[in-house]
T-cell receptor, first 113, second 112 residues
């Protein structure tokens, strides 16, 4: 089955810790994205990557970092510099500039203790 | 900068009734998307509207796009309880980037 997987589903972090959220896709998509969703809000773009070894900041990149070493993987690290990281994180992918749709993974819910 | 506004943000309706959700966007967007989200779940793609006058229908949902008015609508016909969810519209920033800008969502509750 082709799709996007995210792990873990739930993640708890102590203040001051860095944590990494995993996102893998087997759709052979060039572009991948990370969004953050807060309760009662729409999605906000954190980072996106249109090709391997390249990525761009989105609207709320501060306190986050990413890497894109492989086409199928786009991990997101939430650093201790992110002051309010508790949220639902969604990863998405698309075929890139030629793609029409973005497809979303199941999400990771991060809670800071 | 593209801004997307949805209204209403909350909608409670009776089964069997019709209603429309509105999505206004502030600047040129070459694509308009509608997604559905169930509580605690990811986003499910409903419609992608690519051109002025585009209309797409799936079951009890119909989406349309008026690029001149910068308006998309999601019309619900004869609502059923299973349609209860949060619906998001999103515009794509014109110019080749795949960046989407989302509205805040409309939480729809269909009551028996």
């Amino acid at each position: 089955d082709g799709g996007i997987t995210q792990s873990p589903k739930y993640l708890f972090r102590k203040e001051g810790q860095n944590v990494t959220l995993s996102c893998e896709q087997n759709l052979n998509h060039d572009a991948m994205y990370w969004y953050r969703q807060d309760p009662g809000q729409g999605l906000r773009l954190i980072y996106y990557s249109q090709i391997v070894n390249d990525f761009q900041k989105g609207d709320i990149a501060e306190g986050y970092s990413v890497s894109r070493e492989k086409k199928e993987s786009f991990p997101l690290t939430v650093t201790s510099a992110q002051k309010n990281p508790t949220a639902f994180y969604l990863c998405a992918s698309s075929e890139g500039l030629a793609g029409v749709e973005q497809f979303f993974g199941p999400g990771t819910r991060l809670t800071v203790l | 900068e593209l801004k997307v506004e949805q209204n209403p943000l909350f909608l409670s309706m009776q089964e069997g009734k019709n209603y429309t959700i509105y999505c206004n966007y502030s600047t040129t967007s070459d694509r308009l998307y509608w997604y559905r989200q169930d509580p605690g779940k990811s986003l499910e793609s409903l419609f992608v509207l690519l051109s002025n006058g585009a209309v797409k229908q799936e079951g009890r949902l119909m989406a349309s796009l008026d690029t001149k008015a910068r308006l998309s609508t999601l019309h619900i016909t004869a609502a059923v309880h299973d349609l209860s969810a949060t619906y998001f519209c999103a515009g794509r920033i014109q110019g080749g980037s795949e960046k989407l800008v989302f509205g805040k969502g409309t939480k729809l509750t269909v009551n028996p």
